[in-house]
């Protein structure tokens, strides 16, 4: 299993808000490391969400927004639409392994 | 426009080689760390390995998964980062992903990358 937990799947119906958590430990995200979310779609490049715990690149729509206490982060997404059905990771580094660490991905789907 | 393309993947049988290329645009890439993610079908992302720039001796790293069996190498001159992967298995197969670090800290993500690369082993 991976060494950052994130929940197998998440629903909502357009319109709604969702949160997708990843849980860490002292090593990674407890450590004070950042946390980053990617969005994947099968098929294609992995494309950054959120950068910094809570920071957008240009393009990403305010409807997303990133937060982190202590060993957790969690991602939100306000305003779900169909567009926003894929698979989300989050990214942080550990200490003890030495090497950035990833989420073992949640699936969205919009209900 | 920043590009990562991506070139070498395939079908290799077990205990075989392949070496992945990724040749990089629109940024120095001399300055940058290069990373390899991948993902194998229904699982998640995972970290492979990287190659940190000059400054930074060129150092390597890898997961432990990988470790003695891939070598990660660069050509600043062609701005390409590689994949050497010996000794592969069925565990293996996964499409392999060449990305850019950000920085090279421990606060770093991952900006731009590749359009990833098919390798299937199997006999």
């Known amino acids: 299993q991976s060494v950052l937990t994130q929940p197998p799947s998440v629903s909502g119906a357009p319109g709604q808000r969702v949160t997708i958590s990843c849980t860490g430990s002292?090593?990674?995200?407890?450590?004070?490391?950042?946390v980053h979310w990617y969005l994947h779609l099968p098929g294609t490049a992995p494309n950054l969400l959120m950068f910094g715990n809570n920071n957008r690149p240009s393009g990403v729509p305010d409807r997303f927004s990133g937060s982190k206490s202590g060993t957790s982060a969690s991602l939100a997404i306000s305003g779900l639409q169909s567009e926003d059905e894929a698979d989300y990771y989050c990214?942080?580094?550990?200490?003890?392994?030495?090497?950035?660490?990833f989420g073992g991905g949640t699936k969205l789907t919009v209900v | 426009e920043v590009q990562l393309v991506q070139s070498g993947g395939g079908l290799v049988q077990p205990g075989g080689s392949l070496k992945l290329s990724c040749a990089a645009s629109g940024f120095t890439f001399s300055g940058s760390a290069m990373h390899w993610v991948r993902q194998a079908s229904g699982k998640g992302l995972e970290w492979v390995g990287r190659?940190?720039?000059?400054?930074?001796?060129?150092?390597?790293a890898y997961a432990a998964s990988v470790k003695g069996r891939f070598t990660i190498s660069r050509d600043d001159s062609k701005s390409t980062a590689y994949l050497q992967m010996n000794s592969l298995t069925t565990e293996d197969t996964a499409v392999y992903y060449c990305?850019?670090?950000?920085?090279?800290?421990?606060?770093?993500?991952?900006?731009?990358w590749g359009q990833g690369d098919l390798v299937t082993v199997s006999s």
């Open positions: 002292s090593s990674n995200i407890g450590a004070d490391y950042d």
């Open positions: 990305t850019r670090r950000s920085g090279d800290n421990s606060q770093s993500y991952f900006d731009y």
């Open positions: 990214l942080s580094y550990d200490s003890s392994l030495s090497g950035p660490v």
């Open positions: 190659i940190r720039s000059k400054p930074n001796s060129y150092a390597t």
